[in-house]
Each structure stands twice: as C-alpha cells, then as structure tokens.
C-alpha cells in the first residue's frame, strides 16, 4: 500500500476523532502490541506504553517502527535474527501509573491479552501500589482480550466516546463488554514460527511446509491464540478469512476495519480490494498497519490479519464452557 493511501487514511481517523481529543474526561493509557498504524495514537491523544524486545543480544523497544522499518525488521527474520520478548515490568508500569496520579485525571489502560502476555499482571501489581499510595485516584484496568489491530479497534472508539463525554468507570464498564464483539482472523505464511515458540511440535511445522499448508487463526475468549482451520496454500486461507469476514461482520459503516500486515503488503491489497466488494464496505475506513516487533517476533514474516467489529464471540463457546461461565456466576 502507498504512503499517500495510509496517510489519508489517518488523517481521516484524525479528522474523525480530533475534537474529541480536546474533551476528554480520560486519561487513556495503551501499550504498543495494539500495533497502531503510524501516527494515530498521537491523533487519538493516547499515551503509549512501548513493549521490550531483544534483537540478537540488544535490547530495542516496539515503537511502531519509528527506529526500524518493517521490512527491515522482518528481512531480519529472515536471515535468521535471534528475537526473544518479555514482559513489560511492573516498576515500568509503576513510573508511567504514578505520573498518571500525580496528574489527577481519572485513568484507563486497555493492556496486551493475558492470553498472550503476563504484563497485565504486572499492570495490575502497580495499579494496587498505586491505590494504595494514592488511594483517590481513579485507575482502572482492562485485559483487552484480543491483541494487534484488534486492540487498535477497540482503543480507537473507546477515545471517542471519551470525548463524547463517558467518564473513566463508565468506559471501563463499556469496554468490558465491547472487547467481546471485535474480531479478527489471519493466517501465517510458515508454520515455523509457532514450533520455535512451542505452541506447536516442530514435526507439524515441517509437515505444513512440506504441503503448503496455511493456517487460519483466531483467538478465543482468553485472548490466546486458537486454530480456525488449515488450507491448502495462501489464496485459500486469504479466501478462508473473508468467508469468516462475510459471516460475522457488523456491517457498521460507522466503525472502521482494519488490516495488519507482517511485511505482506500485496496481501494486504488483496484483501482491502476484496473488502471493498463486499455491500456497504465500499466507504468503510479502513484502517492498514504493521504488525509490530513484538508480536512480529511471534509470528514471523507473511503475517495477514483482518479485523472488525461484528458479532459477539461468547455466542459461539461450546456447551461445556457455558455451562462452566454458569457456574462461577452462581459463585
């Protein structure tokens, strides 16, 4: 995708959310595996909490690839760069939490899945720190349940409701029940990079390989990763995520769509221009970004992942998980 295309797409989001920004009554924190596109955290007026990664023996910090490019980035994947992540530190969250409270506007931060990260524990860790060192300070925090773009989404009408005058507890309260009806589905282009982080047996990588399998993923309602099926070959699991597209989208022309691409740009056209066939899509914002190092590292080169607002994922767990929700309610 051009530069000229993804600047005018954000600047769009800007326009749509630039006098919110001026209103708000939260203070809204973020952390980088949201995987924003360039610029729009600063359009939302968000603050942004940069997760650690380690390339090859130094230590780098994801920032939407204001250092690096994500060709770069994912060239170095290629060549075989050791990439290792970690979780943020609850002494980082503390600094960015009390500078927060010292400030006295009531305060929300929307943290990476626990399904995919420890570092909300650590968020939460400093938030009782702080409750206790600063125990009228409104703070809330929230699992977003849905990493990458999918967090994006969920940042992005949050702000503006935040300027449509929610307070911090009541976003808190919205965004618990909203972060249920985004979703989102991608495939990878290797196997590989699952084996190496053990979420599969080396042996399926290969065999995967060896038949030009593609995954297509989701993730559950834990936010942890979950496998929608396997396709024979790219097209197939591209054409595998607009079936999942047409079946569960909200068809909001209100709510934008966005499209994550890990150094898969073509694909990424692909599917917006497939999108935009799609009846009431033709004017939709699309929002396109790169996923970032830290999920990146987790994922490898030829990422494609889209995301939207549609129907609510607790409808479709199984019986036996109803049945379970059931009884922890009745607790």
């Known amino acids: 995708m051009s530069k000229e295309k993804t600047a005018s797409l954000i600047n769009l989001v800007g326009?749509?959310?630039?006098?919110?920004?001026?209103?708000?009554?939260?203070?809204?924190?973020?952390?980088?595996?949201?995987?924003?596109?360039?610029?729009?955290?600063?359009?939302?007026?968000?603050?942004?909490?940069e997760f650690p990664y380690v390339m090859d023996g130094v230590e780098h910090f994801d920032g939407s690839y204001k250092t690096i490019s994500a060709q770069e980035f994912y060239n170095h994947m290629r060549k075989g760069a050791r990439i290792t992540t970690s979780a943020v530190t609850p002494g980082r969250y503390l600094d960015v939490f009390t500078r927060a409270a010292q400030k006295g506007v009531p305060t929300l931060y929307l943290g990476m899945t626990g399904g995919l990260s420890s570092s909300i524990d650590a968020a939460r860790q400093a938030a009782q720190m702080i409750k206790d060192q600063y125990p009228d300070f409104e703070l809330y925090i929230l699992d977003n349940l849905c990493p990458s773009a999918a967090a994006e989404l969920l940042a992005i009408e949050v702000t503006r409701?935040?300027?449509?005058?929610?307070?911090?507890?009541?976003?808190?309260?919205?965004?618990?029940?909203?972060?249920?009806?985004?979703?989102?589905?991608?495939?990878?282009?290797t196997l590989d990079t699952l084996a190496a982080g053990g979420r599969i047996p080396p042996a399926a990588a290969h065999v995967g390989s060896k038949l030009d399998i593609k995954p297509e993923l989701s993730?559950?309602?834990?936010?942890?990763?979950?496998?929608?099926?396997?396709?024979?070959?790219?097209?197939?699991?591209?054409?595998?995520i607009l079936k999942d597209f047409r079946e569960n989208y909200s068809r909001d022309p209100f709510l934008p769509i966005a499209i994550a691409t890990a150094d898969a740009d073509k694909d990424g056209d692909w599917l917006e221009k497939e999108i935009r066939k799609e009846p009431g899509c033709e004017d939709v914002v699309i929002i396109r970004s790169h996923i970032g190092p830290v999920i990146g590292a987790h994922v490898g080169p030829g990422m494609v992942a889209l995301v939207f607002w549609g129907s609510d994922r607790r409808e479709k767990i199984s019986l036996t998980d109803r049945i379970a929700r059931k009884i922890r309610r009745e607790r």
């Open 15 to 49: 326009n749509d959310f630039k006098h919110f920004h001026a209103h708000k009554t939260c203070h809204i924190i973020v952390d980088s595996c949201a995987d924003f596109a360039p610029d729009v955290p600063e359009q939302l007026g968000v603050e942004v909490i």
């Open 161 to 189: 409701l935040a300027g449509n005058g929610l307070s911090a507890q009541e976003l808190y309260n919205w965004a618990q029940d909203a972060r249920y009806f985004i979703q989102g589905y991608f495939t990878l282009d």
């Open 219 to 240: 993730y559950d309602l834990n936010g942890s990763l979950t496998l929608c099926g396997m396709c024979r070959g790219r097209k197939k699991a591209l054409r595998a």
